[in-house]
């Protein structure tokens, strides 16, 4: 067996439904399940999902308070007040400010930007940078992607005099700040049919309300803030995201092609991915390690020059990051081995005060990544006595809410149910972790500590075209609420695998079922390579794409996991180092079976005594179900591993089979040998073996062994007398067979072994522990012996 990393969770849907979707639409009925478990199960959305260039962004003054702000920020503009964007240090909150920036600066206003530092002011509106705006002549201040919590900041812009607009996305709090507007599409009795914008969606909104018409230059900058921040890829999120990629194929802006040539991505290949591990990684560097304004001037900039500066130095920057969070990343995941075991902490809390706290979601993320646990992570100020933290979480584990039972420790808090961040005391930090982790303890239950791969649908490899692929690439762009479809093939053959790569650490695998074939993929996974025996049939989940090269186009699936449910064979016969294929065996899953003593010492393994078990009769049997065994010498006879088998298989067998003395090459006489034998001592009379046997076998073309043999069995018959070495015909003349010798049958059941187990080929192995294991032990024996 082989298990899988993941907990695999398969889609159904009605296949009466399906091929119904499947027929209107002239579409495969794999694409018409992947619709279906999309939620999107009538023939009129899915014609509008898979033409989504032909949907309609909604109203803007759908959202609430939109015509006060509109109102207030066109008054602004008329009257030459000076208007200052509030925004956010990420690539959301970057690109919000470039949008509101962009738009403002076309309607001739006064306008300018700020954006706190993470590390000096934090997150969020403050009093002193509001106490800043009003010294500095601004009388209204526009937050984009923040404010939603600034209650106090909110109070304080009102008694400066202050106008406050906030326009943000992150989820409200029972009590909303008291502002001019707000502009948010989850607000209570919000009727905007997009509940999740991201903020730059919110300020795209605020703009197209402005300009009277969607400002659609501006859906490049608005399609890296909303992929950015992993809001869900359905619905207005999904337009804004499918047009802004054409339009970044296409953009004209500066800092982006510069910031694209740093990344060495071709314009018409960006997609999503581009956006997500190329473009969004870079923009958020910037502000975790420094002040963000240099990405807002790299998106807004018309200078070549300068945006090349801006770029590399954005890319320098990204490159420090990754340092960083590798470093960070080591400490805290020592930290939780030596101080946090996961059997008493359902809830990960980690500190350090030399942690940067620009970095501490991306550590959180990747503390999730490999424990999977709710984690957060704190960054400690001794000088203030203040943590702040990022928080990341797992399916069925709301943070927001269950941090929200917190708020009397949380000064400042706020988030979704997968991240959140926050600012605490350092002696409310162990409050923190007990509360929490009785909380996660109530709603989680053992099994959801474990990672989920949703699976949309399964499928055969004959299924799996370069068209149905192409029809596949409908869905796109892929995010959260609309990922990228991963399909289970169940339960194949392997016709090849190898390892790829300078450093051998992928496998390219081609499956087959029923004559067809399919190249795999499998980054990452050349380690697995020696836990897959030859005839296994797998069972893997990814995701299909096309392979295209020198003009040919070919289906391909792009591993992400994989199991074998079934028990597996591994053949080391012939093997000389027995402590490297012990090596290759996890210590909680080792079990040796020995069944000469001897074996010990002639392999030198009396240091694996406590994983050796010795069978020292027939009747002999051991719990070897879930076990990897080793099978370290040949047995005296079929039935030993027969019965060993009889509590069912372990999860593999590596035959090892050692032994002294091979009799599958030593000359076997037939009947016919022993019968001209006889003759021959009949004419002879008395005949000596120490004398003459080496002889007699050179003239006939046999072995000396092959005389001593027959001469033993014919003793044993009482057809011959034995006498100090010369050998004569008895007077006995009982007519008895072969087989009743016990030399004669332990000859055959010694062949018979090491042909079954030794000498046999690898299918025929597989085949007799198969057939021995499913027909029972005693049924086995009296096939084989």
Known sequence: ???????????????????????????????????????????EDAHAFLNIENQDFHDPFLLEDMDVAIARIKQAIELEEQILIFGDYDADGVSSTAVLLSTLNEMGAKVDFYIPNRFTEGYGPNEEAFKWAKEEGFSLIITVDTGIAALNEATVAGELGLDLIITDHHEPGPELPDALAIIHPKKPNSVYPCKDLAGVGVAFKVAHALIGEVP????????????????????????????????LQVTSRKGIKELLKVCRVDANEINEDTIGFAIAPRLNAVGRLDSADPAVHLLMTDNVEEAS????????????????????????????EEQYPLEDNAVLIVAD??????????????????????TIVLSVDQESGLAKGSARSIEGFDLFANLSKCRDILPHFGGHPMAAGMTLQLEDIEDLRYRLNAIAQDVLIEEEYVPITNIDTTCSIDEVTISTIEQIGKLAPYGMNNPKPKFLIDNVNISDMRKIGTDQAHLKVVLEEAGSQLDTIAFRFGYLYDDISPLSRVSVVGDLSINEWNNNRKAQLMLQDISVNEWQLFDYRGTKDVEKLIELIPSHKLQLIIFNEQTISKLQLSEYENVIYKVEAHDDVIDINSKHVIMVDLPSSIEQISLLQHAGLPERIYALFHHEQDHFFTTIPTRKHFSWYYRFLVQKGSFDLNRY?????????????????????????EFVKIDNGFISISNHTEKRDLTESITYRSKQAQLELERTFSYSSYQQLKHWFDNNNNKGSQEAVNEWI
């Open 216 to 247: 659609t230059s501006l859906l490049d900058i608005v399609a890296i803030g909303t992929i950015a921040d992993l809001v869900p890829l359905s619905g207005e999120n999904r337009l804004i995201a499918y047009k802004g990629i054409k339009k």
């Open 353 to 374: 005060e030399a942690w940067n706290s620009g970095i501490i979601g991306i550590v959180a993320s990747r503390l999730v990544d490999k424990f999977y646990r709710p």
């Open 1 to 43: 067996m082989l298990q899988s990393k993941t907990r695999w969770k398969i889609n159904e849907c009605n296949e009466e439904q399906v091929q119904q979707l499947a027929d209107a639409l002239s579409i495969t009925p794999l694409v018409a399940k992947l619709l279906i478990n999309r939620g999107i199960d009538t023939v």
């Open 693 to 717: 046997a080496e002889k007699l076998a050179i003239h006939k073309g046999w072995t000396k062994e092959t005389i001593e043999f027959m001469s033993k069995v014919f003793f044993e018959l």
């Open 309 to 336: 500066h801006l770029a590399n130095e954005i890319d320098l920057l990204n490159k420090q990051r990754q340092q960083l969070v590798n470093k960070t990343t080591e400490e805290a995941i020592k930290q939780v």
